[in-house]
Antibody, heavy 120, light 108 residues
Framework: QLQLQESGPGLVKPSETLSLTCTVS??????????CGWIRQPPGKGLEWIGS???????YYNPSLKSRVTMSVDPSKNQFSLKLNSVTAVDTAVYYC????????????WGTGTTVTVSS | EIVLTQSPGTLSLSPGERATLSCRAS???????LAWYQQKPGQAPRLLIY???SRATGIPDRFSGSGSGTDLTLTISRLEPEDFAVYYC?????????FGQGTKVEIK
């Protein structure tokens, strides 16, 4: 059974780069056909799609975050990565990765989420 | 960008009652691109409905989705204690995914 797990620093300083990893278990990224989406949720607020990356490396970003976001995939480590630069306090949130099956448009497997706080 | 507006913001109901949640899109969306999620405090969202009306694996049949175009509905036929949570609709279009702001279903 495919599982996703986010990891990364829980505290990032303003103006620095937030870097997170989503590790896939139970399947090989190279053998699957799916997207990894990154979604965040500020404290007490709703869900915001950050972007999605196909297993082959094609990327799709939220226009409102596009200038600060970079996503990548490392099949050798079975990992997807998210980088968000020039962070401010408004980037404080729980960050989730989630799988979207190929040819579909929903997110059927989610990681448990990781909390990132932007503060000096 | 397609904006999803969910109503009401909060729904106060008793166990056993019927819940009807609405999601309105700012422009028409293909049914194939619409989904609903449930989120409980401290947990990740869980997929309930995809393709506007298909239940995800393991989702009880008291959950149903309907609608097309710009108006979607999630119905919970009889609320169980574990159904009190926040529900989000989601759409895909033009290589972007967006979520509604959520409806909280709380115990009356």
């Amino acid at each position: 059974q495919l599982q996703l797990q986010e990891s990364g620093p829980g505290l990032v300083k303003p103006s620095e780069t937030l870097s997170l990893t989503c590790t896939v278990s139970g399947d090989s990224i190279s053998s699957g056909s799916y997207y990894c989406g990154w979604i965040r949720q500020p404290p007490g607020k709703g869900l915001e799609w950050i972007g999605s990356i196909y297993y082959s490396g094609s990327t799709y970003y939220n226009p409102s975050l596009k200038s600060r976001v970079t996503m990548s995939v490392d099949p050798s480590k079975n990992q997807f990565s998210l980088k968000l630069n020039s962070v401010t306090a408004v980037d404080t949130a729980v960050y989730y990765c989630a799988k979207t099956p190929d040819y579909h448009y929903y997110m059927d497997v989610w990681g448990t989420g990781t909390t990132v706080t932007v503060s000096s | 960008e397609i904006v999803l507006t969910q109503s009401p913001g909060t729904l106060s109901l008793s166990p056993g009652e019927r819940a009807t949640l609405s999601c309105r899109a700012s422009q028409s969306v293909s049914s194939s691109y619409l989904a609903w999620y449930q989120q409980k405090p401290g947990q990740a969202p869980r997929l309930l409905i995809y393709g506007a009306s298909s239940r995800a694996t393991g989702i009880p049949d008291r959950f149903s989705g309907s609608g097309s175009g710009t108006d979607l509905t999630l119905t919970i036929s009889r609320l169980e204690p574990e159904d009190f949570a926040v529900y989000y609709c989601q759409q895909y279009g033009s290589s972007s995914w967006t979520f509604g702001q959520g409806t909280k279903v709380e115990i009356k």
